[in-house]
C-alpha cells in the first residue's frame, strides 16, 4: 500500500452495511445473496501496480476456496489519498461497497455515515484474539465505542538513507540511538547544491497523509498531544509542537537541507535517482527501492532523547 498508514496509524478494512451485493443498489439487504445461494461482496481497496496485483491474488483464492462467496475486487477507480470522499460520495449516493479498505485514519468520518456495521459480536467469538491487536489499533477501529472495522496493517516510518552517498559526504551512517541534533547535523553535510542533492525531504501539501502525520513523531516525542484528554481541543500548537516545528523551518531556511515536496510524490524519484541523502518514509518504499537497485539501508527515527516514538 503506497504511503500508508504512517506514523503508526492503522490501516483497516470497514464493513459497510450490506449494499444488495451491487455497488448500485444501495439497498440494505443482505449483501449480494443470488438464487443460487452464493453472496456477492463489493470490495474497494484503492491499490495500484504490485499491490494491487497482490491483492487480486489473494482475492482469487479466497474466491476459490469459498464457493458460496464471490468477493468483487476493484480499486474505486481512485487512489488510497481519494478513498475517503470517493466512499462518503458513494454512500450519500447509495452506491457504496460492502467492503473498504482504507486508512485507519479515515474511520471516524465513515462511522458519521450510519452505514457501518457494529461487528462487535465477531471480534469476541472464541478464538478471534481481539486483544492480541495493539490498543491503538483497536480503538482507531471504534470510534466512539461501536467497532466497525479490523486492523488490517501498522506502518512504521523510519530513516531510509542512501549509503553511497552518506560515504561520498564521509558521514558515519546513522545509529540507533542518534538524536535529532544528530540527524540535523547529517542532513546539513549531505546537502550539496552543486550537485542537487538535498539532505532530507519533507511534504508540505497539507493534506493528512503525509504533512500532518510526519510531525507527530515529535510532538510524542517531546510530551505534546494532538488533541486534549476529552477530544474537544487542539493541544498540537504548545511548546513541544513549537519545537518540533522550529527544528524542521530551521533546517529548512537555515541550513537549507530539507526538500520540501509540494506533492509529497517528488521525494521517492529524487531519492531513488541519487539526489535525497535520507527520505523519511516506510516499509512500502521497499518494492520501489530495491526494483530501482537503490544501495539502501534505514535506521529509527531519531529521538529527542531516548524515545524514538514513532
Known sequence: MRRAALAGIAAITLALAACGGSAGSGSAQSSGASPGGKVTIQFWHAQTEIDATVMQRLVKSFNASHPDIVVQASSGGTSTGDLLPKVTTAIAAGTYPDIAYIYGSYAANIAQS????????????????????????????????????????????????????????????????WTWSDFRAAAKK?????????????????????????????????????????????????????????????????????????????????????????????????????????????????AVTTSHQI
Open 190 to 302: 549531505l546537502t550539496n547544491p552543486g550537485k542537487h542533492i538535498y539532505g532530507v525531504n519533507y511534504p508540505i501539501g497539507g493534506d493528512l497523509l503525509d504533512t500532518s502525520w510526519r510531525f507527530f513523531p515529535g510532538l510524542w516525542q517531546r510530551g505534546g498531544q494532538i488533541l486534549s484528554p476529552d477530544n474537544k481541543q487542539a493541544q498540537f500548537n504548545s511548546p513541544a509542537g513549537v519545537a518540533n516545528l522550529t527544528l524542521w523551518q530551521q533546517m529548512a531556511t537555515v541550513d537549507k537541507s530539507v526538500y520540501l515536496d509540494p506533492t509529497a510524490e517528488k521525494a521517492e524519484p529524487l531519492f531513488t535517482s541519487g539526489h535525497l541523502a535520507m527520505f523519511v518514509s516506510g516499509p512500502w518504499e521497499v518494492p520501489v527501492l530495491n526494483q530501482a537497485k537503490v544501495d539502501w539501508a534505514d535506521v529509527p527515527l531519531p
Open 114 to 177: 450510519g452505514k457501518t456495521v457494529n461487528l462487535a459480536s465477531q471480534i469476541h467469538q472464541p478464538g478471534f484474539n481481539w486483544n492480541d491487536f495493539y490498543p491503538a489499533s483497536r480503538q482507531i477501529v471504534a470510534p466512539g465505542g461501536k467497532v466497525i472495522g479490523f486492523p488490517a496493517l501498522i506502518d512504521n516510518l523510519s530513516v531510509i538513507y542512501n549509503k553511497k552517498l552518506f560515504a561520498a559526504a564521509h558521514v558515519p551512517a546513522p545509529s540507533p540511538d
